[in-house]
C-alpha cells in the first residue's frame, strides 16, 4: 500500500514499510542494534505534498551522510547500524558521531534493519543462495540457525546442489552476482555438492556446521585454516561485498510502498563502499 500523505506523519511510516518486508522480530536484539535509530522528523515541518527521498547504504560513513545532504535525502536505510553501543558523549571528534550531528541538524532519520534482513526469507542470505547457484539445481535450502518463530526463516542458509559443482563454476557466479573482480578462495580438491552461505561475517554461524564449501563475506585466519584443513573450500568477498547488491532489491520493494507519480524516489548511495580494496 502507497504511503499517503494523509498517513505521512513523521518517519515512522516508512520505517514500518521496512519492516513490512523484514519484521523487526527477526532481527537478532542480544547483540543487534535494529529499527529507527534517528527520527528528526517533525510533523509542522512537513509538507503533505513534499517528494519523500530514500537514500539506501550499507554503512553509514562520512562520505554518505554527505552524499544524502546534498541529495536533499530525509530518510536513511543504512543495513548496519552506524549507533551499535550505548553514547556517554557526542564529540566532533568521533567519525560516525560527526556524522550524527549532521544527519540530526539536516533533520535526516536513519533506519537499521540489519539481521532482520540476514534471517528473512528472502532475505540477504537467500539473495546469496540464489548467486552462487546460478545454473545449477538446487535440491534443498535451509537456514542454518532456524528462527523459532519464524521456521522458514533464520541465520545462514544450508544448500545442496542435486548434482555436485566445481569450485570455478561457483567461483564465477559469486564474482559476476555480486560485481566483483577478485574473491578470496580456499580451495580444497574435492567437488562441492553442499554449501554453507552467511552474509558479512560467517564464523559464528559456520561454527560446527559441516559444508564441503563455505561462502561468506570474512572469516578469521584461523577459521578458514580450519574448513580448508578439514577438507573444505573457502569463498570471502569482504565483509559488505555480500550485502551491497541486495540494495537494489530493497530499493524495488521500498519503490513499490511510495509513489513515484508524486516525486518519491528510492536512490543506492554512490559513495557506499568496502573499505578495503585489491590493488
Not at 552506524?82 to 533533520?107: E, M, V
Amino acid at each position: 500500500m502507497l504511503l499517503s500523505r494523509v498517513r505521512w506523519r513523521g518517519h515512522l511510516n516508512l520505517a514500518y514499510s521496512i519492516q513490512k518486508f523484514y519484521p523487526i522480530a527477526l532481527a537478532d536484539k542480544t547483540w543487534d542494534n535494529t529499527g529507527l535509530l534517528v527520527d528528526s522528523s517533525y510533523e509542522d515541518q512537513l509538507q503533505e505534498c513534499s517528494p519523500i527521498k530514500v537514500l539506501l547504504t550499507i554503512d553509514l560513513t562520512q562520505s554518505v551522510a554527505e552524499e544524502a545532504v546534498k541529495n536533499n535525502v530525509k530518510f536513511i536505510m543504512a543495513y548496519h547500524p552506524f549507533i551499535f553501543r550505548g553514547l556517554k558523549s557526542i564529540t566532533q571528534q568521533d567519525p560516525q558521531q560527526r556524522s550524527l550531528i549532521k544527519l540530526i541538524k539536516n533533520q535526516i532519520s536513519v533506519y537499521s534493519p540489519h539481521t532482520a534482513v540476514d534471517s528473512a526469507n528472502g532475505g540477504v542470505n537467500d539473495f546469496l543462495v540464489d548467486v552462487i547457484t546460478k545454473n545449477l539445481a538446487i535440491e534443498s535450502s535451509k537456514p542454518i540457525e532456524k528462527d523459532l518463530n519464524f521456521p522458514e526463516s533464520g541465520m545462514g542458509r544450508f544448500v545442496t546442489l542435486k548434482t555436485p559443482s566445481k569450485l570455478k563454476t561457483l567461483v564465477g557466479n559469486v564474482k559476476s552476482g555480486l560485481n566483483l573482480q577478485h574473491v578470496q578462495v580456499a580451495e580444497s580438491t574435492k567437488e562441492i555438492k553442499t554449501i554453507a552461505i552467511c552474509a558479512g561475517s560467517g564464523g559464528s554461524v559456520f561454527k560446527n556446521f559441516e559444508a564441503d564449501l563455505y561462502f561468506t563475506g570474512e572469516l578469521s585466519h584461523h577459521e578458514a585454516l580450519y574448513f580448508k584443513e578439514s577438507g573444505s573450500s573457502v569463498i570471502c568477498c569482504n565483509h559488505s561485498n555480500t550485502e551491497r547488491a541486495f540494495l537494489e532489491i530493497i530499493k524495488m520493494q521500498l519503490q513499490e510502498e511510495l509513489n513515484s507519480e508524486m516525486g518519491d524516489q528510492v536512490i543506492i548511495s554512490e559513495t557506499d563502499r568496502d573499505p578495503f580494496e585489491t590493488w
